[in-house]
């Protein structure tokens, strides 16, 4: 067990990166949606509104890792805005490079007509198209060497969050506005709510230059990000979670300046230590006191937790024989979302539904094929940190990736054979400290954890799971890097 697991246990460390990398995609591009009514001063801000280049240095505390870039220019009928952004990592000793870019075109009331998007890494790339008719949003989504497309009904409007800052700016920004709006994230294919408000004016010193800004906070899934925005609406500076800003800059600047090699590792800088270290492998129970965030943000009672206040007991589950059933099974009732191919687990693919026969064979217990895939995923997938969109066909086509890699490809091939199943995201225990991982669960008569990337089945009980569902919902782990606190009170 310990020489096998040093290797897994080195990649669930990097599912951080993944997290990281989204809150980037959400700094870089914010397409917002809200209703065509409340743009009463669209022609107002048109007029504002001029052709316009805005660079930005990334940093990551003293560090600079990467810039972003903005770009905005008068088109047929409407304007066409570009943003990018570059972010240069080390993982594990290895350079990455993080390429995110989003064209889109608007009317001249700034409504979104459509928009590209793109993610690039070392060994993945991610490409979502979409095109509004009525209120209808068509996408199509490369994956796995192929096109799917798919079509998502909009109850609004949507508009583009680099017009909105213009005609916030003509309609005038008062401390104290409160604006709502709601956004589509191509990378994670859904749409979030988002709360912004104008906190103050407050003077940035940027070069040994003062500039009076309106300092903006917009929160979303309970994270916060905080804009300073001059009277011309550019973005002077902009501060997330985990310690990422991005600064105004010249071209020049942004391209060539302050660049260094970056000597933080973000992995043991989002570690969680703990003073009393758990000294048994695969422990099957765990007692500990979780602080410093609000629990009741999360659902941490389950099948295999249970919480008392800011007390988290986790048992690990047994395997008994007797409670299985025949595959495929009967989707019913609140089963069905877990049966459902979607964007990243596209378990209706002709290729995927063929793997996963292939590796079930002649089982049609779904304890014993549940146990088959997993085997077969932790075989097959070469254990290599990675930043990626996963989605269940690219792993199956490159057989690459960290523990989401296996987590998605996992579960998608389960739903292929009829086995309802999910994605589960949390922290688990490696030598002192715990760390952002995610595996999964599937039912099998009763829901039991499984994690692809580590061979466990059921999990080990240092396995907390804080959210379940695809990386719109993982997202939400943000609120707990760097804040939150465990105290082991209990193991056996």
Not at 238 to 243: A, K, N
Not at 410 to 434: D, M
Not at 474 to 488: D, W
Request: some cysteine; overall charge neutral.
């Amino acid at each position: 067990m310990q020489n096998e697991g040093n290797r897994p246990y080195k990649i669930i460390r990097v599912f951080i990166i993944i997290i990281w990398m989204l809150l980037m995609g959400v700094l870089v591009q914010r397409t917002y949606f809200n209703a065509a009514e409340s743009y009463s001063n669209a022609n107002r801000a048109g007029q504002q509104l001029r052709p316009r280049e805005e660079w930005m240095g990334i940093y990551w505390g003293n560090d600079k890792v990467g810039y972003a870039v903005s770009k905005i220019k008068k088109a047929f009928k409407g304007y066409e805005i570009h943003e990018q952004g570059i972010m240069d990592l080390t993982v594990m000793g290895t350079p990455q490079r993080i390429d995110t870019q989003i064209t889109s075109q608007v009317d001249n009331a700034f409504m979104l007509k459509s928009f590209e998007f793109r993610m690039f890494s070392n060994l993945f790339s991610f490409q979502a198209k979409g095109t509004i008719k009525g209120k209808k949003l068509h996408m199509d989504l490369l994956s796995g060497g192929s096109v799917k497309k798919s079509v998502i009904p909009l109850k609004e409007i949507p508009c583009l969050a680099s017009s909105i800052k213009p005609m916030m700016l003509a309609d005038g920004l008062m401390v104290g506005k409160k604006l709502r709006y709601h956004v589509f994230d191509p990378s994670t294919m859904s749409t979030t709510p988002v709360e912004v408000l104008v906190e103050g004016i407050e003077e940035v010193t940027l070069r040994d230059k003062h500039i009076d800004c309106y300092r903006i906070k917009s929160t979303f899934k309970g994270i916060e990000l905080r804009s300073w925005i001059d009277e011309d609406g550019s973005t002077i500076k902009e501060e997330s979670p985990l310690g990422l800003m991005m600064l105004k800059e010249s071209k020049t600047d942004a391209l060539t300046e302050n660049w260094g090699e970056t000597t933080k590792d973000l992995i043991a800088a989002s570690a969680i230590p703990v003073k009393r270290p758990i000294m048994i492998a695969d422990p099957s129970y765990l007692k500990v006191r979780i602080k410093n965030i609000n629990l009741d943000e999360f659902n941490l009672s389950s099948h295999r937790q249970k919480r008392s206040e800011n007390v988290l007991e986790i048992t690990r589950e047994q395997l008994s024989v007797g409670t299985s059933y025949t595959i495929p099974f009967t989707p019913q009732g609140d089963m069905k979302p877990y049966l459902t191919p979607t964007a990243f687990l596209q378990s209706t693919d002709k290729t995927l539904i063929e793997k996963a026969q292939e590796i079930v064979g002649s089982e049609r217990d779904a304890l014993e094929a549940v146990t088959r895939i997993k085997e077969w995923v932790y075989r097959t997938i070469e254990k290599k940190p990675t930043l990626s969109i996963p989605s269940a066909l690219d792993v199956l086509r490159v057989k690459v990736g960290d523990c989401n890699e296996h987590s998605t490809l996992f579960v998608a091939l389960c739903r292929a054979v009829g086995i309802p199943s999910k994605l589960c995201a949390g922290i688990v225990y490696n030598q002192g400290s715990f760390y952002y991982h995610a595996w999964a669960d599937v039912f099998v008569g009763r829901w039991m954890s499984v994690d692809p990337t580590m061979d466990q089945l059921p999990v080990d009980a240092t396995h907390i799971c804080f959210v379940e569902g695809g990386l719109d919902k993982q997202l939400e782990i943000i609120k707990l890097i760097g804040v939150v606190t465990l105290e082991v009170m209990e193991y056996r």
